[in-house]
């Protein structure tokens, strides 16, 4: 792997894919929240790759209407530059910003596969997101785990149609069970994605961060092995294991660091910045 990561460093990135949570903002200890602040570090460092000629992205777990305040906190819109592309819900949509344009999304049924998980978590908490206001809820979740507004709303009525994704979480169980849950149910199809707790997404078949940049780097002119991902979640792994270079942050868990091709500093030591600087500082 050594002679990989060399080569890979040598090689500057056209495209640096970039998660947010965990990422380029630093988790609150205990409250499954971000600080919704960029340390100077790395605001400093996705600058310069930019300044460049990097194609900066987001990719994120968040609906878009979360992301866009990050982009903003950046700096990453320049007067009179070309809108910024951003891949949101875990690859199942793709927007410009700004003005925020939906320019691609998947969807699909969730029916089955949400009454499947509620039957072994029935008090389970239940989001499907409302593009431009917020997410439609079974119950309100934890303060800041989600942006915007939150509408109460009935499962059924939250899963009739088509949906990008669906948002999962049992504050009363653990990622683990999720996982196994996950793995023994199958969800027939569906894929998921298992975050930091027992936070469950579901998303189309097939999506995943690394389609949604596909889809971007198709757009650009770029390849795969133009870009280097930076990610710390189980749902970065994809996207790691697709980029040229993929590098986990530190304080990734096991399964993350293991699909990276190299591991930078955790998050509260501005890990993102080390590793852009490799290649721009």
Do not use: C
């Not at 056209?14 to 998660?19: F, G, N, T, Y």
């Amino acid at each position: 792997m050594t002679g990989a990561v060399e080569a890979g460093a040598a090689r500057r990135p056209r495209l640096v894919a970039l998660d947010i949570d965990g990422t380029l903002l630093k988790w609150v200890e205990g409250a499954g929240t971000t600080h919704e602040e960029v340390a100077p570090a790395v605001r400093d460092a996705v600058r310069r790759a930019q300044d460049a000629g990097a194609h900066v992205v987001l990719a994120s777990g968040r609906s878009p209407h979360g992301m866009t305040g990050i982009a903003d906190l950046l700096g990453l819109h320049r007067e009179g530059a070309e809108p910024l592309w951003i891949v949101a819900s875990n690859g199942a949509v793709v927007f410009r910003y700004p003005p925020l344009e939906v320019v691609h999304e998947e969807t699909f049924d969730a029916r089955e596969a949400v009454a499947q998980v509620l039957e072994h978590h029935p008090t389970a908490l239940v989001a499907v997101e409302e593009r431009g206001v917020g997410y439609r809820v079974n119950r309100h979740f934890p303060d800041g785990e989600l942006s915007g507004e939150m509408t109460l709303t009935e499962v059924e009525d939250i899963v009739a149609g088509p949906v990008s994704r669906v948002i999962i979480r049992d504050p009363d169980a653990t990622a683990e069970d999720f996982v196994a849950l996950a793995e023994r149910l199958g969800l027939h199809g569906t894929n998921y994605v298992v975050g930091w707790t027992a936070w469950l997404d579901l998303a189309p078949v097939g999506v995943s961060k690394a389609s949604g940049l596909q889809h971007v780097a198709d757009e650009l002119g770029v390849t795969a092995a133009d870009a280097l991902a930076i990610g710390d979640g189980r749902n970065d792994i994809e996207m790691l294991q697709w980029a040229g270079r993929g590098v986990a942050m530190g304080q990734a868990v096991q399964e993350v660091l293991d699909a990276a091709d190299d591991v930078t500093a955790s998050v509260y030591d501005d890990g993102a910045a080390l590793e852009i600087d490799r290649h721009f500082g």
